[in-house]
């Protein structure tokens, strides 16, 4: 209970103070809140809240609390601009919003109530420490991410329970995640896959560290090193300029795996880092769209060096997912045939919130078994390693949609 669940900051003797805080207290803490939006706002299964933070303790309070409450939870980064944040909040109906008063001015428009986590701190201080009655279902929903809008106004996926206890057990599993991981949050909080990289250290005694401040490639390399990270997902460009200079590659040395995802990778960008003779870290290429649970597919890189002139593969499915690779009339193809990719599973969504008729044309009956199919909209192949290749978008080779 004592061990530090969640660090943001720098350590000593740094200039700047790190905040950190327990397990026990964030346990606490999240219990508190729950509690106060139970009785004060209502709040429950069913329902949405939006937790608008920078990247911080504040934040995992927020989400740890509404999912103890029994609601779902609606990521919204502070440096969105405010039309999307209003939009957010509107959009899925949110019951209440939590926040901080540093960032009231960006989420004044809110049409829902407001739950300030430092003004409000005494009353939500005041409530009980236990744990609340768990009521939450399986196919409830956990959390709601907006997609970027695009291809026209951002769509609120849903994601259940049922997805991310999924995603997690296998994920947990394949990467060997522990107490002894630090895992470092570099990507921005509204993505899907921040989502499991704040939980999965949790789950297993791990810490979770926060940036200080927002990208900055010295800064993160200077945070990787003193908190001895050990596993970072994020997309490849966001990686790429923490390995460019020579001499500062030996600050990644306590990195075991890095996970991209989100977009394909440049293996030559990487490849002197990889090289270097402290690198122990292996690489490994993620794909799944937000509205399955964020992954689908993987593929460890365990050969980097055959990568450079062609496409590492997407790879193979994940615990409990199903892949199938079809023609324009839904007729599976066989391997080597580019189509487009369905896939069925656990992780299937519970479809785009308030949105019914896009649900209905993304979200199709499995005509070759039982549950729900997605239909991603990217064209893949099978190869004859068995692996699954990315080629494009369907209607439009080499474009890959950026989750």
């Given amino acids: 209970p004592d061990a530090i669940a969640v660090k943001h900051g720098m350590p000593a003797p740094a200039s700047r103070r790190a905040d950190s805080i327990s397990y026990a207290a964030l346990n606490r803490r999240a219990n508190q809140l729950a509690h106060f939006l139970r009785q004060r706002h209502a709040v429950g299964r069913g329902d ?16 740890l609390g509404t999912i103890k409450a029994g609601a779902a939870y609606v990521p919204m980064d502070a440096n969105y601009p405010q039309e999307r944040l209003a939009y957010m909040l509107r959009d899925s109906n949110a019951r209440v919003l939590l926040s901080e008063t540093c960032l009231a001015e960006r989420v004044a428009s809110a049409e829902c109530a407001s739950v300030m986590l430092d003004r409000d701190g005494d009353a939500i201080g005041a409530m009980p420490q236990t744990n609340p009655v768990n009521d939450t279902a399986l196919d409830d929903l956990l959390y709601v991410i907006y997609t970027s809008g695009s291809t026209g106004r951002p769509k609120g996926a849903a994601v259940r329970h049922r997805g991310e206890l999924n995603l997690l057990a296998w994920y947990v599993k394949e990467f060997r995640f522990s107490r002894h991981d630090n895992v470092l949050i570099i990507s921005a909080i509204g993505f899907d896959l921040t989502q499991k990289n704040i939980f999965a250290p949790l789950v297993c005694g791990g810490r979770l560290v926060m940036p200080a401040a927002g990208y ?118 066989p391997p080597g045939v580019p189509g487009e990719l369905l896939i069925g599973g656990e992780g299937v969504g519970a479809g785009y919130l308030g949105k019914p008729e896009l649900t209905e044309k993304a979200f199709i009956a499995n005509p070759f078994g039982d549950g729900t199919l997605y239909r991603t909209g990217d064209l893949v192949r099978e190869l004859q390693s068995g692996n699954i290749e990315f080629v494009g978008r369907v209607g439009v080779p080499g474009q890959r949609r950026r989750m």
């Fill in 216 to 333: 900055d490639d010295d800064e993160i390399r200077t945070q990787i090193e003193a908190h001895q990270i050990s596993v970072i997902n994020c997309a490849p460009s966001a990686f790429y300029p923490l390995v460019e200079l020579a001499t500062d590659v030996a600050m990644l040395n306590s990195l075991r795996v890095v996970l991209f995802g989100g977009e394909p990778i440049r293996i030559e960008k990487l490849l002197p880092w990889l090289q270097h003779e402290h690198c122990v870290a292996q690489i490994v290429n993620m794909y799944g769209p937000t509205e399955c649970t964020d992954i689908a597919t993987f593929h460890r890189v365990l050969m980097p060096e055959k990568f450079v002139s062609r496409p590492i593969p997407i790879g193979r499915p994940n615990d409990n997912v199903q892949l199938y690779i079809v023609d324009a009339c839904n007729r599976l193809l």
């Fill in 48 to 63: 949405i809240v939006g937790c608008c933070f920078a990247p911080g303790i504040e934040l995992v309070v927020a989400i």
